[in-house]
């Protein structure tokens, strides 16, 4: 518990810890807590001498991609290893990270990990971790924030080239099939808008599209990542436009209720279908659909950003210096490769 030590000293995490139990206990008095963690527990429920606290704020639960970003966080991050993690589920809402960044603030961890829904709105928050003197990694998603100082690193993804090698493999796949010069009718599934996955999808796959006139985006509509309101949108697309001839989701989960939607709309999928899906992030489920040609080619997103983060925070604690943005690697998977084989290698 380095940080914790520097900054409080164990009594005082201790003063603290009782303190938020009291807490506890009076909202439990007016009936507005929740169930009171008997105390043996709470106790032993503090870091041990040594431990690195490290607070983890989630974007949430809303894909695939998520739950295993969120599997390697627990994975990575262990007792045995020497960490005590506090991670806390956003549920895709921005109030309840800044809450949880507050609670680790107030729990004088020593470092935040921060996946954030939208890439504005933090400013205030991390300065108040700054002022802390707690140190702020961002993972996956971006903060867009006029002091680049109030956080120490990212590390992610690299959305536009994402979008950017989508809108490529469209050109050279409709080359391919003698139809680069031919009219095509494009919808796009956005995810959460504002996300940094959102906007780097977008704009990258935009870039792409100014150089073929022949491309008409029709409409982009928000799924917020998720598979229930993508499958509500590709169902107006189908209402709206009968000539679409390409879907772009960006993620996986749209991409699953946007093929719900088109079957029961009785049209085929596939580069030879009436509808050709691009996908992105490649979660196992999607792979298993381009080997059966429903998704005609899905851009990965490496959801395993949680070693990175590990290493950061280990140089960190030898004080040695890190880069402010880290990409992860990335690919991509398309109807014409072997998935079965690549998906034997594959832990997600
Ligand atoms: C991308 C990540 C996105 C995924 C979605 O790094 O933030 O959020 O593409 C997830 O599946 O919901």
Known sequence: MAGIRKRTGKKSFTAIFIFCFVLLLAGCGSGTGGDVVPQEEMESSEPDEGDIVIGISQVGSESDWRTTNTEAYLNTFTEEKGYYLIFEDGQQKQENQVKALRKFILKGVDYIVLDPIVETGWDAVLKEAKDANIPVIIADRNVLVEDESLYICRVGSDFMQEGRNA????????????????????????????????????????????????????????????????????????????????????????????????????????????????????????????QKGEIAADFECNPITAPLVEEIIQKLERGEAVEKVQYVEETYFDYKMDIEMLLENRTY
């Open 167 to 290: 809108g490529e493999w469209l050109a050279k796949n409709l080359e391919l099939r003698g139809r680069e010069n031919t009219d095509i009718n494009i919808v796009t599934l956005q995810g959460t808008l504002g996300s940094t996955a959102q906007l780097g999808r977008t704009l990258g796959f935009a870039e792409v599209m100014e150089k073929h006139p022949n491309w008409n985006m029709l409409e982009y509509q928000s799924g917020d990542f998720t598979q229930a309101k993508a499958y509500e949108v590709m169902e107006y697309f189908l209402d709206t436009y009968d000539d679409i001839d390409v879907v772009i989701s960006e993620n996986d989960n749209m991409a699953f209720g946007a093929i719900e939607a088109i079957k029961e709309a009785r049209l085929r999928l596939g580069r030879n279908g009436d509808i050709m899906i691009i996908s992105f992030d490649a979660v196992r489920d999607a792979l298993l659909l381009v």
